[in-house]
Structures are given as structure tokens and as C-alpha cells.
């Protein structure tokens, strides 16, 4: 079974730091595109970071770039995303998607159209 299992989220102040993980099985991460994606009530998916093993590229959206690093194992078959510099604005349910022998800007046009994602996991960011 293909499966992505995320973990890490919790309620945090402002200014502080969480690091979601990504989990995957039944599949590697050797030839993979890995992205986070965010969505809060009311508010579309936003794709927000990606990694690919496929062609060694990763993708910040602007409104994390300096505060998020994205970052895998593949030895664990884990992708990490190290958010820091929290803001209120970065609540939301935190998603991982996968997509074989893509690359980032594949993986985050086409989004809507991809079926492995994890369940989620809810940051907040409070004042």
C-alpha cells in the first residue's frame, strides 16, 4: 500500500518552531517528488515547499522562503520540513504529496490531479 503519514504539528506562539515529517511506504524516495502543502478553513491548498530526488531540486513559495527548509532522508524514507519564524498566517493543515519521477515545478502545477497524500497535520500559530 502507498502511503504518506504526517507528523509534527501542535500548537505553537508566534516566533517559534515546529518540524513536520513526511513518512512514506511503499514507495522510495529515490525517484520522487516529495511537496507540502497547507490549507486552512476557507482557503485554497497552497503549495508551499517540494523536493525531488528525480532531479536534486527543492521550491520554497514566497511567503515561507527564509523560514522553511525543506529536507529528506532517503535512507528513512522521510522529508522534513523545519518551519521556523512562525506566524499566525502559517495556520493550517499541513499535507505531503508524492508523484514518481517528477520534479518540483511537475509535482506543484499539477496538484489537484495527484492521489497519494498523507491525512494532514494542524499547525497553529497563535498570536
Known amino acids: 500500500e502507498v502511503q504518506l503519514v504526517e507528523s509534527g504539528g501542535g500548537l505553537v506562539q508566534a516566533g517559534g518552531s515546529l518540524r513536520l515529517s513526511c513518512a512514506a511506504s511503499?514507495?522510495?524516495?529515490?525517484?520522487?517528488?516529495i511537496g507540502w502543502f497547507r490549507q486552512a478553513p476557507g482557503k485554497e491548498r497552497e503549495g508551499i515547499s517540494c523536493i525531488s530526488s528525480s532531479d536534486n531540486s527543492t521550491y520554497y513559495a514566497d511567503s515561507v522562503k527564509g523560514r522553511f527548509t525543506i529536507s529528506s532522508d532517503n535512507a528513512k524514507n522521510t522529508v522534513y520540513l523545519q518551519m521556523n519564524s512562525l506566524k499566525p498566517e502559517d495556520t493550517a493543515v499541513y499535507y505531503c504529496?508524492?508523484?514518481?519521477?517528477?520534479?518540483?515545478?511537475?509535482?506543484?502545477?499539477?496538484?489537484?490531479?495527484?492521489?497519494?497524500w498523507g491525512q494532514g497535520t494542524l499547525v497553529t500559530v497563535s498570536s
Open positions: 504529496a508524492a508523484a514518481q519521477s517528477s520534479s518540483c515545478p511537475w509535482l506543484l502545477a499539477r496538484y489537484r490531479y495527484l492521489e497519494v
Open positions: 511503499g514507495f522510495t524516495f529515490d525517484d520522487y517528488a
